[in-house]
């Protein structure tokens, strides 16, 4: 069993950046691919970053591409979402997850994963 615990969110001015961490209580370096999900109000959760086991591979939303950059530590259980030029609608709550299935695609439904923090709200002012 893993258990995630978001930090590093809070309130930012847009163009402003914040650092996300997920630190998990057991090894991640079983888990095939971790995720940052985004939840705004009134929102489906919506994959924003990726990243497989190795760190090799990595995933992005359209709208955070260029922006947002996912990397993790397998030595210390960590995960980390580097969010820079934030937007107003970056705004929600931000949800680290992990997952250990060998089929399937971690990039195209939550329901890959079967692990998840609590999550870290993110709230960008204009």
């Known amino acids: 069993q893993v258990q995630l615990v978001e930090s590093g969110g809070g309130l930012v001015q847009a163009g402003g950046s914040l650092r996300l961490s997920c630190a998990a209580s057991?090894?991640?370096?079983?888990?095939?691919?971790m995720g940052w999900y985004r939840q705004a109000p009134g929102k489906q959760r919506e994959l924003v970053a990726g990243?497989?086991?190795?760190?090799?591979?990595?995933y992005y939303a359209d709208s955070v591409k260029g922006r947002f950059t996912i990397s993790r530590d397998n030595a210390n259980n960590m995960v980390y979402l580097q969010m820079d030029s934030l937007k107003p609608e970056d705004t929600g709550v931000y949800y680290c997850?992990?997952?250990?299935?060998?089929?399937?695609?971690?990039?195209?439904?939550?329901?890959?994963?079967?692990?998840w923090g609590q999550g870290t709200q993110v709230t960008v002012s204009t």
């Open positions: 057991g090894s991640i370096f079983r888990l095939n691919a």
């Open positions: 997850a992990g997952g250990s299935r060998t089929f399937g695609s971690p990039w195209l439904s939550r329901f890959w994963y079967e692990y």
């Open positions: 990243i497989n086991s190795g760190g090799g591979t990595t």
